[in-house]
């Protein structure tokens, strides 16, 4: 009963994430982008009071994405709490953290939406708003990435601790994954008119990597935990 259980925790994850990155990707690299222009105002509030629609979906699609990374992250705890539960529950807070601080933080979008729909403001009451506005969203935006990222530290470790070479591979992977994601977010903190550093850009394909693993051998995976849950009670 308990493996039956645990294959539809890794499989279940494996959905969640392809699911996450489906609306992540959607969010980040095509309507939001479409509408807010780095560093051109103007520019962005002739884009949201022409396309207002793309700009609500684009910030839809960003709860969208938390919510499922709320339940991705329940799967995973389900899936590798009973290896190491502190791990696992560490992971799961830090999770549920970068979520919080990403979901509240789209009120700031709709500010956006909102100042730009009141006629009563006049254009440069309005730039300066939607600028204070659009300044406070990009630095939560980054707060929300620290926690993204550290939670993939104790992520990683509990995958290493399978104990297979996919899996140690995975678990540094990933490590490289947090440690990618938290050094940008507090690169920007530290030197904000730097430009902006990338190197997630080349250490974020743990997460990649893991998605396709959960996907595609969730079996193997159920048999992994299951197999280190019954040394762990032996020893």
Known sequence: MTNIKLQKNALFAGLSYLILAITGLYALMYALPQIKIEGDIAKTIININNNPFLFRIG?????????????????????LSKINKTMALSML?????????????EVNHFAMLLINSI???????????????????????HIAVIFWGLWLFPLGALIYK??????????VMLLFAGAGYTLDSIFLFVYPNI????????????????????????????????ARINIKANN
Request: charged share 15%.
């Open 59 to 79: 910030i839809v699609s960003i709860l969208a994405m938390n919510i499922v990374s709320i339940l991705l992250v329940i799967y995973l705890y389900r899936l």
């Open 93 to 105: 807070i830090l999770m549920l953290f970068g979520a919080g601080v990403s979901v509240l933080n």
């Open 119 to 141: 006629d009563s403001f006049s254009i440069e009451e309005s730039l300066n708003l939607t600028n204070l506005f659009s300044t406070i969203h990009n630095h939560g935006t």
């Open 162 to 171: 399978l104990d297979t070479r996919i899996s140690k591979f995975l678990g």
């Open 195 to 226: 430009l902006k550093p990338t190197l997630s850009d080349y250490t974020s394909y743990g997460e990649i990597l893991l998605m396709i693993w959960l996907l595609l051998k969730s079996n193997s995976i159920e048999k992994l935990v299951f």
